[in-house]
């Protein structure tokens, strides 16, 4: 067994969905990722943004942000999915280095003080 790994993935949501589609896309996601024998540890829906610059014809768009364990190569069918979505305008995953993950709590317990620094007693 591999050792599991952080990470965060950005899906963008085709602003023309309602409440109902975003939330089975999120349902999607997440069984996916279960399916694989990841676990996602928080979804938070930032609901609908500007764009920067113009996407698709486009200038909003609904986020959602997972944070993810799973093992390496777990997320490629999800990758692949998210490709072939229509409702999905952008979409990005990226591993969290270990010491972030271990700050936002996942990966287990605390990573230990990095060696160098201050503790206080």
Known sequence: MLAMRAYELMIICDNDLDESAVAKMVNQVTAQIDEKGGRVATT???????????????????????????????LDDVDRMLRLADEIVRHKI?????????????????APAAAGSVQES
């Open 44 to 74: 938070d829906k930032w609901g609908k943004r500007r764009f920067a610059y113009e996407i698709n014809h486009k200038n909003e768009g609904f986020y959602v942000v997972f944070e993810i364990e799973a093992e390496p190569g777990a």
């Open 94 to 110: 990226i591993r969290l280095p270990d010491s972030e993950a271990h700050r936002r709590g996942l990966l287990g317990a605390e």
